[in-house]
């Protein structure tokens, strides 16, 4: 492939394969707690880490970093203790972040042009800096989200349960927030601040199409991950589209793909299930055959 002839598209492609591998891997543990958004907030503060890398003329990956996971600590205190409040404080906190992020690389003399790189993603713009950063974050991703998912898992399902059995569950909520936005700033050199939520959320969605199983979910959202982002970037070089809407948007048509192809085999297998139900009450029998058919179709 010429492509691999080129400096930046190496990096561009190490790049994406592990923010398809990272942002799966963080974003099923947001989809079971209900927070599939998450990333888009901490992708709004992370414009301010971004400005301020520009005008202390410091690296904008480690200094989204620093920013994203302090305004990721805020985001937990506002949701523990937020109250009635909490949404308009987290709102704030949000829009404020990518203003600040503009007004910042405005005062230190950046382009539009470096604004639009981390919003939506540059191929070109993948420094052998950036490339460091990004695995030595990748790793810590890894390591968080594979070593704790037992524990991660068990708060994400059930918050009171866990707590009951003894797990730290501020601190691994925390954790997991935090996590989320080490993410975020991985993938911002490839998918954008603006796009990198759906990444992290779609492929988990879409593996759940398939199987109930965490640990298959999880293995086939990350392999999701990695073909969508590794085929938008090569569809990026040859056809000069944004890499980031190109990961996105094919994000998407997997989704619905397996959508498509999971809902008549669900039904199917629904039918074959109340066919193998001994004769009875209609009622009772009714009731697995819906269970099967919302398992296989991952609701």
Known sequence: MDLLNYAFMQRALLAAV?????????????????????????????MTGVGLGFLLSTSPVWMATAVSVLGTVLMELIRWYGR?????????????????????????????ANLVSYLFGSLSTVSPSDVTAICVLAAFVLLVT?????????????????????????????????????????????????????LMVVPVAAAQ???RSFTVTFVIAVAIGVAVTVSGTVTSFYQDVPPGATIVLLTIATFMALTALATPLARRRARAAAAAQPAGDPAECSIPAARAAGEEAGV
Not at 19 to 24: D, H, Q, S
Not at 168 to 177: M, S
């Open 18 to 46: 592990l923010v398809g591998i990272t942002a799966p891997a963080v974003g099923i543990y947001l989809v079971q707690r209900r927070q599939a958004l998450m990333g888009d907030g901490i992708g709004h503060v992370a």
């Open 84 to 112: 009635t409040r909490g949404d308009i404080a987290l709102a704030m906190l949000f829009y404020g972040g990518m203003a600040g992020g503009v007004m910042l690389i405005n005062v230190a003399g950046g382009s539009s």
């Open 146 to 198: 594979l070593g704790l998912r037992r524990q991660l898992f068990a708060v994400s399902q059930d918050e009171e349960f866990a707590r009951v059995t003894g797990l730290p569950v501020r601190a691994l909520n925390l954790l997991t927030a935090v996590t989320a936005a080490v993410t975020v700033t991985v993938a911002m050199r490839v998918v954008g601040l603006l796009l990198v939520s759906a």
């Open 209 to 211: 199409q398939l199987t």
